[in-house]
């Protein structure tokens, strides 16, 4: 089984690079899963009804977020429905949506971190839980780790290898260069990156970016323009075993 995933899709130029890259992805691979990140996916912030069925009709099956799911407030009545829409499995008991989504033989688990982001529950715990919880589990798992410190990522691919299919890691927007698969046959990749602006501060105006940090104010930011790219990783997981064969970096250029 192929599960191509994407990182962090970044506003309209995320939303057009997946347009533009997916189907002759899924396509060329022969891909049976597509999974991309769509927290950003709504002006940089967020993700909206229309801006996810864009990416379900470029050919993504399954959305994952993180830490800004809640910020287009016409979304939280999707979480409960049926729309292929997680929100990470470890918010408080009692938060619209799931954070987990079966499809065929694959769980998909949206996950996210805690060092440097905020106080969210324990996600070693939640995905303790998650696996130990009642009822038959499909034997391929794919977790989006979405967390900021690279040793909470690294971490977490120690804690469950051996116990899910793939742990994959978004939020910074920055590919890192260490796809492997871990001892016990878990996929691993501390950050997938993103789908956005190449010349961009991990998808933002430059210019506005630079602004902040030279004088401490505090504005909004707006996504960049120009070429954009496509960071994703290609994950051939054993269907009866759920024990990865392999990951593989896929990144693709598209001119504007």
């Not at 009692?94 to 969210?120: A, E, H, K, Q």
């Not at 430059?206 to 290609?234: I, K």
């Amino acid at each position: 089984m192929l599960i191509l995933a994407i990182g962090d899709v970044i506003g309209k130029p995320g939303r057009l690079t997946v347009e533009k890259t997916v189907p002759d992805l899924r396509e060329e691979y022969g891909i049976d899963l597509v999974i991309a990140n769509a927290e950003n996916v709504a002006g940089g912030i967020g993700v909206t009804s229309a801006t996810a069925e864009e990416l379900f009709d470029a050919g993504v099956d399954v959305l994952t977020s993180g830490n800004h799911i809640w910020a287009q407030k016409e979304i939280i009545p999707y979480l409960d429905g049926p729309m292929p829409l997680l929100r990470p499995l470890n918010y408080p008991p009692g938060v619209p949506g799931r954070g987990n989504l079966t499809i065929g033989s694959v769980m998909v688990v949206s996950l996210i971190g805690r060092t440097f982001m905020d106080n969210y529950d324990c996600p070693f715990r939640a995905m303790d839980a998650l696996l130990a919880a009642p009822g038959r589990k499909p034997p391929v798992i794919i977790v989006d780790f979405h967390a900021e410190a690279t040793s909470e990522k690294m971490a977490m691919g120690k804690y469950l290898d051996g116990r899910v299919s793939a742990v994959l890691g978004t939020h910074t927007h920055v590919g890192t260069i260490d796809t492997r698969l871990l001892p016990r046959g878990t996929a691993y990749v501390t950050d997938i990156g993103m789908a956005g602006p190449i010349d961009s501060v991990i998808g933002d105006n430059p210019e506005e970016v630079l602004q902040r940090f030279l004088t401490l104010v505090h504005t909004r930011l707006n996504v960049a323009n120009g070429r954009t790219m496509l960071n994703a990783v290609l994950v051939d997981v054993d269907e009866k075993t759920g024990r990865a064969n392999s990951i593989e970096r896929i990144y693709r250029e598209v001119e504007k």
